[in-house]
């Protein structure tokens, strides 16, 4: 059967696609374009996409009835329309397993260097501005005993929490859409958000992308927030308003934030809210790399490849949407 696949992907399991069925991976830098995309996936019976393509109505009319599968190559699915692909009888899946871990490793690291000023101070030694230790000098926060609140509890938000926990010895307050039994665990408590928000000294955001996680956090969320607050967030970029964050930012409203996803991936450099966030000093971002792990990369490729497998050989899907 015929595959394809939006990008190269790293991983051993690709070799076994290939084996059995026709696979076909777009060579192209960067995302495909659109026209491409429809065209290469016409008569298709299965594609393996990035977050960067859009899979909605015109996308499942022009791939036609031979298309059995979609397996996202991540654990969100925003960029499908799941009704869409319900109303044709066409299975979704993502990539779960050990992204949680990995994810869960770039939100403590970031969580340390915003505290401690790594970025910053990093920045002005090879400036060439050090002469001598200076008492006062990129003075941070302390994390242990001060408390983290997570928002979302999944796989990933889970996984921080613990991190936070055990490695750093930060208290844990969380909110979800309710309350979790696998968080029953001494020194953690659940919260509504607003309550969260006013009270933790980190904020982790761990949500989906849906039409209620959407500017989450904005204006009026930023201000609940104490002075000495970090915002974290390594989820889906809409869940910020970026316009709420660089105002907060820039007029030191919270300490700082670090963030790995945006508003608008495609299109960075014509964002003027981004651009001008790259001027601040209290701010780290870095290229959406939460799961840009060796381990968690091929992991993704193996969990996708079996999904592949598993609904052409006509079983239902291992991880389905």
Known sequence: MKIFITRQIPGKALEELKKIHEVEIWPGPGIIPRDILLKKTAGTSAVIPMLTEKMDSEFFDKAGPDLKIVANYAVGFDNIDLDAASQKNIAVTNTPSHLGDSVAE???????ALSRRIVESDKWMREGNYTAWDPSLFL????????IGIVGLGT?????ARLADSVLGMKVVYTARSEKPEAAVPGWR?????????????????????PKTRHMIGK??????KPSAILINTSRGPVINEAALY????NRRIWGAAIDVYENETGLADDSTWWKMTKLPNIIMTPHIGSATIEAR????KIAVENVLTVLSGKPPVNPV
């Open 247 to 250: 105002e907060a930012l820039v």
């Open 190 to 210: 659940f919260e509504k958000l607003p309550q969260l928000l006013s009270e933790v000294d980190v904020i982790s955001l761990h949500v989906p992308l849906t």
């Open 298 to 301: 091929e992991e993704m490729t």
């Open 140 to 147: 941070g926060l302390d994390l242990s005993e001060k408390t």
């Open 106 to 112: 770039l939100t403590i690291a970031l969580i340390l």
């Open 156 to 160: 990933i938000g889970l996984a921080t």
């Open 220 to 225: 009026d969320q930023l201000d609940l927030m």
